[in-house]
């Protein structure tokens, strides 16, 4: 029904289908709202239960989309405009993992494969969370099969119902295929239920066990950000301090972001739900848009430059050219340190209501956002100095430090909450 037509979030590993279906409906919120795209959510997500299943929002698909929103109630979107736009509407959901197997048979009857296929299927009254139809394939008869919940009706489960409903034909299964990915979770489950393995902890498996420490090991290691210190630690112009606080200030976000995630959902902080979501919200944004200025204030800083180094430019022209570059590079710092006395705001907010064991991060939080706009404040004041136009250079110098004496006050207040709830 769209150019993105659906986006299912699947709970793989150390996420609950609860998470998975906050989250979608957090994207579905934005993608309607800033994208201006119709969402519907389905399976997991949904908001009607005639919504549940994805075949009955596509039914009729674009075409018949187009025709009937904003007309008939039932094509109303869960979020977006309920106009017919011509990139269509996006589904949005949260659904269990779906496995696609297939089980080959000895015989070149597809009849017979789709008689095993009723009989197993859910829509005839067969297993629960199977789909199913008879091919022909390359000879072969198939069954070809959906598994839409594992855990509930695992590959074992099914593997014997095909078994046995051969038999009943005369039939042998020869070969079963499996179609792309599939949780590991699956294959274990199927080899304790063979091999009759009662108790069996996941952690016997000795590549799960030396996996489990590896990653205990590696992992916040893997994700420290080593060749973009590196990359401010060359003996080069970019990435330079814009950058630096560009990147601090995205720090704060994340740090307010995660006191805010474990806040919302806590049952301790049920009054506070609604604002720690928002809060949620607001810091991914703002986490997202000083990550993107980080690229963009040394690529503002690189075209100025070229232009100083452009030897072609006739003077006039030259002079033009590096006011507008310079105007670029010194808006990008400005604008970094007005999303970080967001992030201030945001910081003390989650701090003053958030979980109370994460005041201090909320606080470290607002002090990265301070730390970037002093940063940027010296950016934004290098940058006033080179311009021609006194009127915008003035006006830089005075927003930045009225920028930087909003932020002092906040973080102010910050550490005293942070201090009251932190018992210190």
């Given at each position: ?29 934005r ?8 969402v ?154 063979y ?34 210190l ?6 080069t ?8 606080a ?11 972001q ?37 690229a ?28 507008a570059a ?32 994460a ?66």
């Amino acid at each position: 029904i769209g150019a993105t037509d659906v986006v299912p979030f699947i709970p793989v590993s150390g996420f609950s289908m609860s998470d998975c279906v906050d989250l979608a409906h957090r994207v579905g919120k934005r993608v309607g709202q800033e994208l201006d795209i119709a969402v519907y959510m389905y399976a997991h997500a949904a908001t009607r239960p005639e919504r549940e299943k994805l075949s009955t929002i596509r039914k009729g698909e674009y075409e018949a989309w187009r025709q009937e929103i904003g007309h008939d109630p039932r094509r109303e979107p869960d979020y977006g405009p309920a106009e017919p736009h011509p990139w269509g509407a996006t589904v949005i959901g949260a659904r269990p993992f779906l496995i696609a197997y297939n089980i080959y048979l000895d015989s070149d009857d597809v009849e017979q494969a789709n008689q095993i296929a009723r009989a197993v299927r859910a829509s005839s009254g067969g297993l629960q969370n199977v789909q199913a139809l008879g091919f022909l394939v390359e000879g072969r008869a198939q069954v070809s099969m959906n598994f839409l919940n594992f855990a509930r009706t695992p590959i074992h489960r099914v593997q014997e119902m095909v078994r046995r409903e051969a038999e009943q034909l005369g039939l042998k299964i020869t070969h079963a295929e499996l179609v792309g990915l599939a949780p590991q979770q699956a294959f274990l489950d199927a080899a304790q239920w063979y091999l009759q393995l009662r108790d069996m902890a996941g952690d016997q498996l000795l590549e799960y066990r030396m996996a489990a420490v590896e990653d205990a090991d590696v992992r916040l290691e893997s994700k420290l950000p080593d060749e973009f210190l590196a990359a401010v630690a060359a003996p080069t112009s970019t990435p330079g301090g814009g950058s630096v606080a560009a990147l601090a200030a995205a720090l704060g976000a994340a740090l307010v972001q995660m006191v805010a995630g474990l806040t919302a959902g806590r049952k301790k902080y049920v009054d506070v739900d609604e604002k720690a979501r928002g809060i949620l919200d607001n810091a991914q944004r703002l986490r997202y848009e000083l990550t993107s200025a980080i690229a963009r204030d040394a690529a503002a800083f690189e075209a100025l430059l070229q232009v100083f180094r452009d030897k072609e430019l006739a003077q006039e022209e030259r002079k033009k050219a590096i006011e507008a570059a310079t105007v670029t590079t010194g808006e990008v710092p400005l604008h970094v340190a007005r999303l970080s006395k967001e992030v201030a705001l945001l910081a003390l907010e989650i701090a003053r209501v958030g979980n109370v064991n994460a005041a201090t991060d909320a606080a470290a939080g607002g002090v990265m956002a301070r730390a970037a706009v002093q940063i940027a404040e010296l950016n934004v004041k290098v940058n006033a100095a080179g311009l021609d136009d006194n009127s915008r250079a003035e006006q830089w110098r005075q927003e930045a430090a009225d920028l930087h004496e909003d932020v002092d006050a906040l973080i102010q207040q910050l550490n005293l909450v942070a201090a009251e709830r932190g018992g210190y």
